[in-house]
């Protein structure tokens, strides 16, 4: 099954580094960054495994949940995160989830059936608190995750939930707006009603607002 913004994420029984966890109903209330790897003991996943834990608690201030996957065994994961631990200083403290057999990669849809090679599952899903998928970013195994534009992401889907706003492109630091947001281009504002409330308004499909 390949998986599509909206959808709701499947129901999983996964086995990870911290116990069996139950996807998504574990993490019912919180949002959850779900991201995969082809293996484990390569050096772009190290970085990337690193670059997460170091934005650990940035996540937790934003309700969000860290999930690791790999197409390697519980054994090969604990063996792994040691490595960096004696090696790179870090502690790795979120799950991974043991994908040996490809089961998961296989469910939502980031390899092929009979494809021998695991380079496909790079993705990040991230899936808000009520178990809907808000947003899927795949990469190549050349190029390694940008973390801050994963935190960027949840950050301005909660803003967007919280407020009918839509965050612009490279919110915060906009070339037009800057860190403003902007207004459903559906909504409709009397020129009046857009003085009262601060709203710069261009055109009826463009205006927008401090947060």
């Known amino acids: 099954m390949k998986l599509l913004i909206g959808d709701s994420f499947p129901t999983l029984n996964v086995k990870t580094t911290q116990g069996n966890i139950r996807l998504p109903q574990a993490y019912k209330g919180k949002w959850l960054v779900f991201f995969s790897r082809p293996g484990d003991f390569t050096p772009v996943c ?56 490809r089961k998961v990669s296989l469910e939502l849809g980031m390899i092929r059936e009979a494809q021998a090679d695991t380079s496909t599952a790079r993705t990040v899903i991230i899936v808000d608190k009520n178990g809907v998928v808000r947003t899927i970013l795949e990469y190549p195994k050349e190029l390694g995750r940008n973390m801050d534009e994963i935190v960027r992401i949840v950050e301005g889907l909660q803003i967007s ?28 504002i009397s ?20 947060l």
Do not use: C, M
């Open 46 to 101: 190290t970085t990337e495994f690193v670059g997460f834990q170091k934005r650990l608690e940035k996540f937790e201030t934003l309700n969000t949940k860290l999930l690791g996957l790999s197409v390697d065994s519980l054994s090969d994961h604990h063996s792994w995160v040691t490595w960096i631990k004696d090696n790179l200083r870090v502690e790795i403290q979120f799950p991974i989830i043991d994908d040996k057999n």
């Open 161 to 188: 939930d919280a407020n009918g706003v839509f965050p612009p492109a490279n919110w915060p630091h906009n070339e037009i707006i800057g860190d403003k947001v902007l207004l459903p281009p559906k909504l409709e």
């Open 191 to 210: 020129d009046e009603q857009a003085k009262q409330e601060g709203i710069t308004k261009l055109v009826s499909w463009f205006k927008y607002k401090n």
